[in-house]
């Protein structure tokens, strides 16, 4: 052992000696990965933030946007885990495997299923009935439930089954490929979600049958064929999943092809599922939340009835409660024109009791009639002059109609919305039955119970109630639809039920053509917007752009906003128990709740990460510690820094990360000037600390003094004679728009991170005060001191013994400067202050000083 090893201050150091850009160059790598995982945690936050707004329900999303949005939580999730382990490859691995474990725990919930489609491809008529609507479908499980159980006269056929369907569609990877599909499209883009409908549509009816599937569905025509001993044209009708429940009647949205003779079956029954993507179908899934792969198409296939008169009839008023009459509409010839609102009806009220009474008609005027087509199809003929004005059912049918409304209303329950059609021998047919809605308006009101100007348009039946104000928007042709601006009232010649499409954007509707009873109407009233039909002259009364105010209980429409109907109403939970919100809340225990809150806490690792909201945390919180604590080497920094020089009495260093200093500033490699940083937040800071000169400590009673005495006795570190972890420099870390300040003033020690640019979102600022000269008890006091103005300043803050962290973010950049700019002042002002804590009167002196101080940062 040689001399100098007895005495080591005298031993020379061999230690090679950092190259200043090199040190520099790897905390530029390390603050970019730590820079990168902070984004993705704004990202995520933010993420989150409309995951939270989506479960509240207000605003329509189906499951695309749910798997979109997880996915894009996930990803924001995994970039920070990634980055986490740029900073320190070898602490915290462990996070990938819960990230993967969380990832598959979210997937389960959002993930489409895909069935086996085992099951009867086929299944007659006659073996159909409530039990089956898995099978079936509600719609011709209803309507054979009403055959069978109540013994009505339903048409004979067969049903082409969900176990088909799925089948059919599980065939080559077809359903995989309209997933991908789906999935890619923007549903607030209209035209591109028209796009994508003829898309799909075309890839499923250009995509042939399983031979198993053809024959089976032929099979079932010859069967049906052989029962009734001829040839036999069928009505090819949807019976989708989920169509024609209650609160989600699916009215008209999916097609049903008439007079279908056996050459064109199989071609008709792929129509008919492929209209499971219509712009429409598509629109209205979306906004009722309903899943996608939830919603299989079963095909009803079933005897072409040809009636004299046919229509729709309701078992009470949708849009009165407390009319409990049965409300018929019919026409002349096939129920089409009921159901799209193509033309005017006739229309009976008939009262309830021991024997049913028909208490009101209005006979409307008839011109034309749907008929089967002599080969297939259907066509529109006029109606001779004779058939026009007379009433297409007398009162006894219209009584035998409302008859059979309420039996089927009392064996299913609900209010019911019946399709129906009467042959040329008085022979009754049930078509469909499904749930009726009811909408109870309170609000509902007449034209004449408020004091209103006159309307620019009169008259009309309400579709649906209420009132909506909004610019008009007429639609006259498909390709109008692609343009229709949200909030707009949409003012159409017929109430087709194609233009469902738009409700979710409308304010309100005004047709001149078409009923209560046609499919546009139900949808409106599903959606609450308000729906006035019939209204004569509509389109030429009104221009595009025009302001008007639609009050369909009142039968009115007014120029420009009538504040006596402009009642604001509650907003609608839209999504509230949907299918959809079911599986985002479902994800959403796997990815927003917070369980790891308390960093100091044992139990604060990656183990124990249960949701993506914890490795948010656990991430952020490591990530600091590894920039800023213990993982970076001090000689690193001493490398890389260089000495501000400034005319205050206190050293402080500045680390550029990159672009914290201008071109000027970066030619002197031992110090900089404050004039060449160009660091937004450092220079923030730094205007607040330099603001107001600091007066010196604060007159201190015996009491006071003697704290700091005896602390300063008991406490090592506050020996500044020795190295402690008091006795380190004050450092600047900055970019463009970067700064971590770590310091020490007195005997107290700050740190103030922050990030503040042009993106409101990403700003942040966080603030953290520890230590002091004084007992325990007031260094506690003066934390609260600090914490409960930055409390009234928005900032959020937190305090445990005398250790305060505040955290402001989602500012402006001028507000953002403007906090700053206190921080900065804090800093400096509240040296030693912990000595006069436990004097009421000067502390609140300091306040008020503090606060008439702060309004200098707003000139």
């Known amino acids: 052992m040689s001399l100098l090893d007895w005495f080591p201050f005298f031993k020379k150091n061999d230690k090679p000696k950092l190259d200043p850009e090199e040190a520099r160059r790897q905390l530029t790598a390390r603050y970019n990965h730590f820079r990168l995982l902070i984004q993705a945690n704004t990202k995520t936050h933010e993420h989150i933030a409309e995951l939270e707004e989506a479960l509240r329900g207000f605003h329509p999303y189906g499951m695309h946007y749910v798997r979109a949005l997880c996915t894009r939580i996930s990803i924001t999730t995994y970039k920070m885990v990634r980055h986490l382990n740029d900073l320190n490859p070898e602490s915290y691995a462990m996070l990938f495997d819960r990230f993967k474990e969380i990832q598959e725990q979210v997937s389960q919930q959002i993930e489409p299923v895909h069935f086996s489609g085992e099951g009867e491809l086929v299944l007659d008529f006659e073996r159909v009935g409530r039990d089956q609507a898995d099978l079936c479908g509600p719609k011709m499980a209803m309507l054979g439930e009403a055959g069978k159980r109540l013994g009505l006269n339903i048409p004979a056929g067969f049903v082409v089954t969900t176990a088909a369907f799925r089948k059919f569609m599980e065939q080559g990877g077809l359903q995989d490929e309209i997933d991908r599909i789906i999935q890619a499209t923007d549903f607030d883009k209209r035209d591109e979600v028209f796009q994508v409908s003829s898309r799909v549509m075309q890839l499923i009816i250009s995509t042939d049958f399983p031979e198993d599937i053809s024959t089976a569905i032929m099979d079932g025509y010859k069967q049906l064929r052989d029962s009734l001993g001829r040839e036999v044209k069928l009505a090819v009708r949807s019976s989708a999943l989920g169509e024609d429940v209650e609160g989600a009647a699916f009215a008209g949205q999916y097609r049903s092809i008439l007079n279908v003779d056996s050459a064109s079956l199989l071609m008709a029954v792929k129509e008919v599922m492929a209209s499971k993507y219509t712009m429409q179908a598509m629109a209205y899934r ?265 009050d369909a209980d009142g039968h009115g429409v007014y120029v420009g906003p009538v504040e006596p109907l402009l009642v604001e109403k509650p907003r609608k939970r839209l999504m509230r128990g949907s299918p959809v919100q079911a599986a985002l809340r479902k994800a959403a225990r796997h990815i927003v709740r917070l369980n790891l809150t308390d960093p100091e806490n044992p139990n604060f690792k990656p183990s124990n990460c249960k949701t993506y909201h914890d490795i948010m945390r656990f991430c952020h919180e490591m990530a600091v510690r590894e920039m800023f604590g213990f993982g970076i080497s001090d000689e690193y920094i001493m490398a890389a820094s260089k000495q501000l020089i400034c005319n205050v009495p206190k050293q402080f260093w500045v680390l550029d990360l990159g672009n914290g200093v201008s071109p000027e500033g970066e030619v002197n490699d031992r110090c900089v000037f404050m004039q060449h940083v160009e660091c937004i937040p450092m220079r923030a800071l730094w205007a607040g600390m330099q603001a107001v000169p600091w007066e010196g400590p604060p007159a201190i009673h015996g009491k006071g003094l003697m704290s700091v005495m005896f602390e300063a006795t008991m406490n090592p570190n506050l020996n500044v004679a020795t190295r402690s972890t008091y006795d380190q420099k004050n450092y600047f870390m900055i970019s463009k728009n970067y700064c971590c300040l770590q310091s020490r003033f007195g005997f107290h020690f700050c740190g103030v991170e922050s990030l503040v640019g042009e993106r409101t979102s990403e700003n942040y600022a966080s603030f953290q005060f520890k230590g002091g000269a004084a007992n325990p008890e007031r260094r506690r006091l003066r934390a609260k001191f600090i914490g409960s103005i930055l409390d009234e300043l928005d900032f959020r803050v937190r305090i445990r013994e005398d250790n305060m962290h505040a955290r402001l973010e989602g500012l402006e950049r001028a507000d953002m400067e403007y906090h700053l700019k206190i921080l900065g002042y804090l800093i400096t002002h509240t040296r030693q202050l912990d000595m006069i804590m436990t004097n009421p009167a000067q502390v609140e002196q300091y306040r008020a000083r503090f606060f008439k101080d702060f309004e200098i940062f707003n000139e």
Not at 379 to 397: G, H, K, M, N, V
Not at 450 to 463: N, Q
């Open 286 to 550: 979306n906004n009722r939340g309903m899943k996608d792969e939830d919603v299989a198409m079963c095909v009803g296939c079933i005897e072409m009835v040809e009636p004299a008169a046919a229509g729709v009839a309701y078992s009470r008023n949708p849009v009165n409660v407390r009319d409990e009459n049965i409300s018929i509409y019919s026409v002349w010839g096939l129920p089409r024109a009921v159901v799209d609102g193509s033309t005017e009806t006739d229309e009976f009220s008939v009262k309830r009791g021991a024997a049913l009474e028909v208490v009101e008609r209005r006979v409307a005027e008839k011109c034309e009639k749907y008929i089967c087509d002599s080969g297939e199809g259907i066509c529109r003929t006029e109606l001779l002059d004779s058939c026009r004005i007379e009433p297409s059912l007398s009162d006894e049918q219209a009584v035998l109609v409302a008859d059979v409304a309420v039996r089927i209303e009392e064996h299913f329950g609900p209010p019911q919305d019946i399709e129906w059609a009467l042959t040329e021998a008085g022979e009754f047919y049930l078509l469909q039955c499904r749930p009726l809605m009811l909408v109870d308006d309170e609000d509902e009101h007449g034209a004449g119970s408020l004091d209103l100007p006159k309307p620019v348009l009169a008259g009309g039946r309400t579709a649906s109630p209420g009132v909506g104000i909004g610019p008009v928007f007429p639609v006259r042709k498909s390709a109008d639809a692609l343009s229709f601006p949200d909030g707009g009232v949409m003012v159409l010649k017929q109430a087709l039920p194609e233009h469902a499409a738009l409700l979710d954007r409308c304010s309100a509707v005004i047709t001149e053509q078409g009923g209560m009873a046609g499919h546009l109407a139900n949808v409106a009233r599903e959606f609450g917007v308000a729906a006035l039909f019939g209204v004569k002259g509509a389109l030429d009364a009104l221009y595009e752009g025009q302001i008007v105010t639609v």
